[in-house]
C-alpha cells in the first residue's frame, strides 16, 4: 500500500504549489462581481463570474485603503490584481484582490503598460542617464497646480528646511484633457531657467487622474531636461512613466521636496561635526609635531659633543675611583695577609717560645742538646733564654727513667 496523506497535507501541498507560480502570485482577472459581502471584520468577500465560470475572492481590510476607491457593487465589471492561493479550511481557490478597478482602467492600463515597454526598450529608464541631484540647491522649480494640497506642503516643507532656498512655481493643469500639454510647458519654461532641481508631480489620485504623467511627451520632456528632476506623483503605492523616466522617484510631493531642500539644520550639524573633526586632527597633528620634536632633541643631547665630553668625564671619573678603591683594597689585603703571616712565622720562630720560661739548650760545639745522653759529666752547655744566655757545666744527670723506678 502507497502513502496516505491527510486532506491537510494536500490542501498544503496545492497551495505551496500555488504560490510557487510566477503568474499565479501577480495576475489581473476581470469579471463581473457577484455575492458581495462586506464583513464586520472590514474585509470584502465577492465572487468574479464570466460565461457560466466564477471565481471566488476577498480583499483583506489592509489592502482597501490603497487599493479600492469606490464601493464594490453587484453586476460591476472590475478588473481584480492579486494571487490566487488556496483557503486550506475549505479546499477552494480563491483570488486575493490587493487593488479593485473598474473594467475601464483596463485598458489604460494596458496603453501604460506598452509605453512602458516601449521607452524601456529605448534606454530612457537606464540608471547611467541619470542626472545627479545637487546636495545643495539655491533655486528650485515645481511643476504641479497652482492650488491644492501638493503646493502647500512643498512650500511648507521648504521653509522648515532651508528658507534661503527660492522656488518656481509653474501652474500646470495636472489632469483632464490637455494636462500633459502643460506639464511639458513647465518642464521646459524651468529648464530654461538655469535652476538647480526641478520637482514634478501632484497628490495622489486614481488611474484617470494620474494618466497626464503617463504620458509620452511629457517622459521625453522629462529625459531632455538638462536640469535635474524629481517626479513625486500619487500615493507611494503609485508608478508612472514621470517616475521611471525622472532623475529620482520620490513616492510624494512632499517626499520629494525633502530629497531636493536639505535639512538647514542637519547641514549645519554636519559642519560642526566637520569642525570637531578638523580640530581633533589639529590637535592631534600638533602634539605628533610636538612629540616628534622632542624625541629628535633627545637623540640630538645624545650626540652632542658637550654631552659626550661630560660623559666621557664621568666615565673618567669612574674609572678613577675604582682604580683608588681597587689599590686600597689591595693593600689592606696584603696588609691583612702580612699580619697573618707575621703571626704565624711568629708562632713558628724558636726565640718566641723563650718567652714563657722556656729556653734552648746548646753543647759548647753548638749543637743542641735534644737527650741526656747528649752529655756526661763535666760538659760545657748554654741555655739561650728570649733575654740573654747563661752557661754551666753537668754536674749530675739523671735519666727520665731511673726517675721512674
Not at 485603503?65 to 480563491?94: A, H, K, M, P, T
Not at 526598450?121 to 537606464?126: K, Q, V
Not at 529620482?248 to 536639505?262: K, Q, V
Request: glycine letters at 8%; charged letters at 25%.
Amino acid at each position: 500500500m502507497g502513502v496516505v496523506y491527510s486532506v491537510k497535507d494536500i490542501n498544503l501541498y496545492i497551495k505551496n504549489m500555488f504560490a510557487n507560480d510566477y503568474l499565479l502570485r501577480n495576475l489581473q482577472v476581470q469579471g463581473e462581481v457577484s455575492n458581495v459581502v462586506y464583513h464586520s471584520s472590514g474585509h470584502i468577500y465577492f465572487t468574479l463570474k464570466e460565461e457560466g465560470n466564477a471565481l471566488k475572492g476577498v480583499m483583506f481590510k489592509s489592502a482597501r485603503q490603497q487599493g479600492l476607491s469606490f464601493r464594490l457593487e453587484n453586476g460591476q465589471q472590475v478588473v481584480v490584481s492579486g494571487s490566487i492561493s488556496v483557503y486550506e479550511r475549505d479546499g477552494q481557490c480563491q483570488l486575493y484582490a490587493r487593488r479593485i478597478e473598474l473594467a475601464g482602467r483596463g485598458n489604460l492600463y494596458e496603453a501604460y503598460e506598452q509605453l512602458k515597454q516601449k521607452l524601456y526598450e529605448e534606454g530612457l529608464f537606464e540608471f547611467e542617464c541619470k542626472k545627479e541631484i545637487p546636495k545643495y540647491p539655491k533655486a528650485v522649480g515645481v511643476v504641479t497646480a497652482k492650488t491644492g494640497a501638493a503646493i502647500q506642503d512643498i512650500i511648507n516643507i521648504a521653509k522648515r528646511r532651508n528658507p534661503y532656498v527660492q522656488l518656481y512655481l509653474y501652474p500646470a493643469q495636472v489632469q483632464g484633457e490637455g494636462a500633459a500639454q502643460t506639464i511639458v510647458a513647465g518642464i521646459k519654461a524651468l529648464d530654461g531657467m538655469g535652476l538647480d532641481i526641478i520637482i514634478v508631480g501632484r497628490g495622489g489620485g486614481s488611474i484617470e487622474d494620474l494618466w497626464a504623467f503617463n504620458e509620452e511627451i511629457v517622459a521625453r520632456a522629462i529625459f531632455e531636461a538638462n536640469t535635474p528632476i524629481i517626479s513625486g506623483t500619487g500615493h507611494e503605492i503609485d508608478n508612472t512613466i514621470a517616475d521611471y523616466v525622472a532623475d529620482l522617484r520620490a513616492p510624494t510631493p512632499s517626499a520629494a521636496c525633502e530629497l531636493a531642500i536639505p535639512d538647514v539644520m542637519t547641514t549645519l550639524h554636519q559642519v560642526r561635526e566637520y569642525e570637531n573633526r578638523m580640530k581633533r586632527l589639529m590637535e592631534y597633528s600638533l602634539q605628533n609635531a610636538v612629540q616628534r620634536i622632542q624625541v629628535m632633541a633627545n637623540r640630538l643631547e645624545r650626540v652632542s659633543p658637550e654631552n659626550r665630553c661630560m660623559n666621557q668625564k664621568i666615565y673618567l671619573d669612574s674609572l678613577q675611583d675604582r682604580l683608588v678603591n681597587g689599590i686600597q683594597s689591595k693593600i689592606q689585603y696584603n696588609r691583612h695577609r702580612y699580619e697573618l703571616l707575621l703571626a704565624k712565622l711568629d708562632g713558628l720562630s724558636p726565640t718566641a717560645k723563650l718567652v714563657g720560661g722556656y729556653g734552648y739548650i746548646a753543647k759548647e760545639d753548638g749543637n743542641p742538646i735534644r737527650s741526656v745522653s747528649d752529655v756526661k759529666l763535666e760538659d760545657s752547655f748554654s741555655v739561650t733564654l728570649w733575654d740573654g744566655t747563661i752557661r754551666g757545666r753537668v754536674e749530675k744527670v739523671d735519666s727520665e727513667l731511673e726517675l721512674n723506678i
